[in-house]
């Protein structure tokens, strides 16, 4: 391309990063203007608002790379007022870099944000939230601009933002909605200051707050330490162990809608792309960091994955999973390969989307029949066929059975573990353990989704949901591309998907061994095939049926039923497992609520030293001036 070409595209492409931030952002203010009686209205204005970025988010897909300083440009059109220039030496701070990562994340917060605006239109309907579309579009917005800043403070604005918005998207109803949402602003919040400490740190050390001019090696206390700042604030926002508290709280108490959007797909989009940002831009790894993060890889996977096991609600049953989801994401990154990170990131993608469509089955389901317990629904099957195979592809998704898109980045993290085992080290000499942890937490996933498909869509139905029917085209429609999405990411993972989307992003790597995903997917047609034609060969009459009893009786009868989380009760009375259950129970391992303890143990006893005697005040006086002078001396 010559000169003059180039700097025409670099234009518009300035143009398009300045306009993908903006639209949503000024049409989420301007939307706070209509009356919520028009929320109809709202919604199809938003859904043309989304259409708009959604353009602008492809066609920055296929421009160049590159970094650009916005405020000079704002500078010399229109952000001058009487010959004073409002933006002066803004370019340093207003700086996006548009790179392949950056690009990623861009096309996949489009997709998503556009599916579940279009569910939204129906499901709003009923599950209301207070200015729903306004802070919709500024999620938006902001998680554009989060994604595509390359200064550390625009980012912490823009970061900062999202977590306001998160804790809009969950209406006040009730004490426990309530509750959850004031311990999400507070642990995002305090995460937030904490990666304000690292940015500082950053600033100290570098002299520069650019994220492609740092690369710091964590061999000292004050580049470990901004390293650990800035992972609390990723790791809370993608809700990993131990800052992951909020994500179950917060899934079971807000609409399918806020939960789709945020907890289930932006936020973990937003909180591994830092990561990202962190462990091969910001950061050179060492090996104790190496082992940190894969340590904090398996811990999520299993210790989340556990408590999903006995979960009845069946939201907060996929809050626990989508933390679990997030261990793998880790344990990619902290392997450091270029095969370890491709597959965090296809990982990452993999869950925005059969999370995003577990969330808005779960959606679906509770507004046709008014509950989210498993113990209360069954038998959904026919009643909402739609809903049901939709979450049958996301259950076998996000549980790693192939053909789907679960199994295809599982299947790369598992490699990537056993290449990282020919490394020298402690991380390296304990792959056999990261492997053993991560295929077993799979296989858990894989038993609680049994419970989950099993509870909601198979046995017998209540007689008083004989009337239940599948939900609108608008809300299965949606559904039904997740779906798709899973089917066809996990079938050409190897032929397209990952060379395509992945490999422009992390450098060219190659696989070990043989593994297709188009042959792993013929291979499972086939045997599905040879097992039909094998059925209809022996003949549906040779199978045997017999009635069921329960005490001696017949259930049919009686009515009876065994819900499917009482097998699951076994998992909580093994003795190396029970424990564990009473303590979680107790919110022991619940880095908010002991926080919150320790705080007001700290505040009663500043309260007992308030005796009201004048003496015990003067001495309080004396020592906090003693103290100061040692400090400034």
């Known amino acids: 391309m010559n000169e003059p070409l180039k700097l025409f595209a670099d234009m518009y492409t300035c143009m398009y990063l300045q306009m993908l931030i903006i639209i949503p952002l000024a049409a989420g203010v301007l939307f706070f203007a209509i009356p919520e009686r028009f929320q109809t209205v709202k919604g199809i204005l938003a859904l043309a608002t989304t259409l708009v970025t959604g353009y602008l988010g492809v066609a920055l897909y296929s421009a160049d790379p590159q970094m650009t300083a916005q ?16 933006l002066q030496n803004a370019g340093e701070f207003l700086t996006f870099t548009l790179d392949g990562l950056s690009k990623l994340i861009i096309l996949f917060i489009s997709i998503l944000a556009l599916l579940i605006l279009i569910y939204t239109l129906v499901y709003n309907r009923t599950a209301r939230v207070s200015n729903y579309y306004p802070w919709f579009l500024i999620t938006l917005g902001c998680s554009y601009g989060a994604v595509l800043s390359d200064n550390l403070i625009l980012f912490l604005i823009f970061w900062g933002i999202l977590g306001i918005t998160l804790y809009k998207l969950i209406p006040g109803k009730d004490e426990k909605s309530s509750a959850a949402a004031k311990k999400t602003m507070i642990l995002i919040g305090a995460s937030d200051t904490i990666m304000l400490v690292g940015i500082a740190l950053l600033w100290r050390l570098t002299d520069t707050l650019s994220i492609n001019n740092i690369s710091l090696e964590t061999n000292n206390i004050l580049t470990v330490t901004a390293f650990l700042a800035l992972l609390v604030g990723s790791f809370t926002k993608a809700g990993a162990f131990p800052f992951h508290s909020w994500v179950p709280d917060y899934s079971e108490t807000a609409p399918a809608s806020s939960v789709a959007l945020l907890p289930a797909s932006l936020d973990k989009l937003l909180g591994i792309y830092f990561l990202a940002r962190i462990t091969t831009d910001l950061f050179i790894m060492t090996e104790g960091i190496q082992l940190l993060l894969l340590s904090i890889g398996v811990i999520t996977i299993i210790t989340a994955v556990l408590m999903a096991l006995m979960q009845h609600d069946c939201k907060r049953l996929l ?14 990154f902290g392997l450091g390969s270029l095969v370890g990170i491709a597959a965090g990131l296809f990982h990452m993608i993999n869950n925005a989307i059969y999370k995003s469509g577990l969330f808005l089955s779960t959606g679906a389901v509770e507004r046709q029949t008014g509950k989210s317990d498993i113990t209360e629904l069954g038998g959904l099957s026919k009643a909402m066929p739609v809903t ?6 996301f259950a076998m998704s996000i549980s790693g059975v192939p053909p789907f898109n679960g199994f295809a980045s599982k299947w790369m993290i598992y490699q990537g573990i056993i290449d990282f085992g020919s490394g020298e080290g402690i991380a390296s000499s304990l792959w056999i353990v990261w492997l053993g942890l ?95 034609l094998i059925y209809l060969a022996t003949g549906k009459k040779k199978f045997r049926a017999e009635e069921n009893f329960i005490g001696g009786e017949n259930a049919e009868k009686l009515g009876a039923s065994f819900p499917a ?7 909580s009375e093994f003795k190396l497992f029970s424990r564990i259950y009473e303590r979680a129970e107790e919110k022991t391992f619940d880095i908010y609520d002991l926080s919150k303890k320790a705080v007001f143990w700290l ?31």
């Open 71 to 86: 405020g000079e440009m704002l500078s010399r059109s229109c952000m001058a007022l009487l010959n004073t220039d409002l």
């Open 319 to 332: 809050g626990y999973h989508a933390v679990s989801q997030v261990g793998y994401m880790i344990v990619g």
């Open 388 to 393: 049901f195979i939709a979450s049958l592809v």
């Open 438 to 532: 991560a295929v077993f937490g799979s296989a858990l996933t894989l038993a609680s989704f049994v419970k989950f498909i099993g509870g909601i869509f198979l046995g017998r139905r209540d007689p008083a949901m004989a009337k239940i029917r599948e939900v609108p085209f608008l809300m299965w429609f949606p559904m039904a591309v997740l779906a798709l999405l899973c089917v066809i990411f996990g079938v050409f993972a190897t032929g397209i998907i990952i060379p395509k989307l992945f490999t422009p992003v992390v450098g060219a790597f190659s696989f070990n061994g043989l593994w297709s995903s188009s042959l792993v997917s013929l291979l499972v047609l086939i045997s599905i095939i040879l097992g039909f």
């Open 565 to 571: 989380p009482e097998f699951y009760k076994t998992f």
């Open 603 to 633: 505040s009663g006893g500043l309260s007992s030293a308030h005796t009201g005697v004048l003496p015990g005040y003067i001495i309080w006086v004396c020592a906090g001036l003693i103290i100061m002078l040692l400090i400034m001396i």
